[in-house]
């Protein structure tokens, strides 16, 4: 059975999709996901789709869950690296990946999950009645 | 080109792109049409439990286009308007296959027999 690997860096999860998904290895990829971020209760997940040619309503679909179920779990999720062809195609398709951060590669991606916990720990240390979001 | 199973349909993605590319199909138009014949697939599979998936290079005067006709013998659809709309599902997906997939090509073409089966045709020209 193919899995997709998941990779800890820290307080982050770091996810790169390198093959064309099939539904079921999407599916496995979402439950091994959020395990993950149960299990080392990471603050962030960043995903690299930046080798997917494609991305439809079910993937979308998979992103969109993984950014929720992450939420509820503490975690923050960046979607990094989508192809201009990609995008195109998604919004034309009627899908805007609520519930995910994007950032256009792997290194603003990082960077944007990095200010989120930098923000949150200030925001800990501070006075507590003023909330950034 | 056969589906019965969903490993099938990463070949079937492949195998459209490979035709968009001997055609000269620009990367735009290559991914869109391939996401909608992603979209088509997977309604196939998971309604009919697969089906036979017809890949055809067409021309209309000095245009290219790819054409594609999906094919199975599931249970139908009964009421084609209303699958064609957003949001509309009988699954728990999204309900953004059928509609999602027309926006993205040139022509679109849709028939069901209830019991019978429902056959998609959809065409991208090459600059369409």
Redesign the interface.
């Given at each position: 059975m193919d899995k997709i690997p998941i990779l800890r860096m820290g307080r982050f999860l770091l996810v790169t999709i390198q093959v064309?998904?099939?539904?079921?290895l999407a599916l496995n990829l979402e439950s091994d996901l959020v395990q993950m971020v149960s299990k080392t209760g990471a603050n962030g997940v960043l995903i690299d789709i930046s080798a997917l040619?494609?991305?439809?309503?079910?993937m979308?679909?998979i992103l969109g869950n993984i950014g929720s179920m992450s939420k509820i779990l503490d975690a923050e999720t960046v979607v990094v690296g989508m192809?201009?062809?990609?995008a195109?195609?998604l919004i034309?398709?009627?899908?805007e990946l609520k519930g995910v951060h994007t950032a256009l590669n792997v290194e603003k991606g990082m960077e944007l999950l990095q200010t989120k916990m930098g923000l949150i720990q200030e925001n800990e240390e501070g006075t507590g009645d003023s909330r950034v979001e | 080109m056969l589906i019965v199973k969903?490993?099938d349909?990463?070949l079937f993605?492949?195998r459209v792109?490979e035709y968009a590319v001997k055609i000269g199909m620009g990367?735009?138009n290559?991914?869109?049409l391939?996401?909608a014949a992603?979209?088509l697939v997977?309604n196939m599979i998971k309604y009919a439990s697969g089906g036979v998936i017809l890949i055809e290079v067409i021309s209309k005067g000095r245009e290219n286009g790819i054409r594609l006709t999906f094919k199975d013998q599931g249970p139908g659809i009964p009421n084609i308007p209303l699958a064609m709309k957003?949001g509309f599902t009988t699954g728990k997906?999204?309900g953004?296959?059928l509609?999602?997939?027309k926006?993205?090509v040139s022509e679109f073409d849709i028939k069901s027999i209830v019991g019978e089966g429902t056959t998609v045709s959809i065409i991208k020209w090459k600059n369409g």
């Amino acid at each position: 059975m193919d899995k997709i690997p998941i990779l800890r860096m820290g307080r982050f999860l770091l996810v790169t999709i390198q093959v064309d998904l099939y539904d079921r290895l999407a599916l496995n990829l979402e439950s091994d996901l959020v395990q993950m971020v149960s299990k080392t209760g990471a603050n962030g997940v960043l995903i690299d789709i930046s080798a997917l040619s494609i991305v439809d309503s079910f993937m979308g679909r998979i992103l969109g869950n993984i950014g929720s179920m992450s939420k509820i779990l503490d975690a923050e999720t960046v979607v990094v690296g989508m192809q201009p062809a990609v995008a195109i195609t998604l919004i034309e398709l009627g899908l805007e990946l609520k519930g995910v951060h994007t950032a256009l590669n792997v290194e603003k991606g990082m960077e944007l999950l990095q200010t989120k916990m930098g923000l949150i720990q200030e925001n800990e240390e501070g006075t507590g009645d003023s909330r950034v979001e | 080109m056969l589906i019965v199973k969903e490993q099938d349909v990463v070949l079937f993605r492949n195998r459209v792109k490979e035709y968009a590319v001997k055609i000269g199909m620009g990367l735009v138009n290559q991914t869109k049409l391939i996401t909608a014949a992603s979209e088509l697939v997977r309604n196939m599979i998971k309604y009919a439990s697969g089906g036979v998936i017809l890949i055809e290079v067409i021309s209309k005067g000095r245009e290219n286009g790819i054409r594609l006709t999906f094919k199975d013998q599931g249970p139908g659809i009964p009421n084609i308007p209303l699958a064609m709309k957003d949001g509309f599902t009988t699954g728990k997906s999204l309900g953004l296959g059928l509609p999602g997939a027309k926006r993205l090509v040139s022509e679109f073409d849709i028939k069901s027999i209830v019991g019978e089966g429902t056959t998609v045709s959809i065409i991208k020209w090459k600059n369409g």
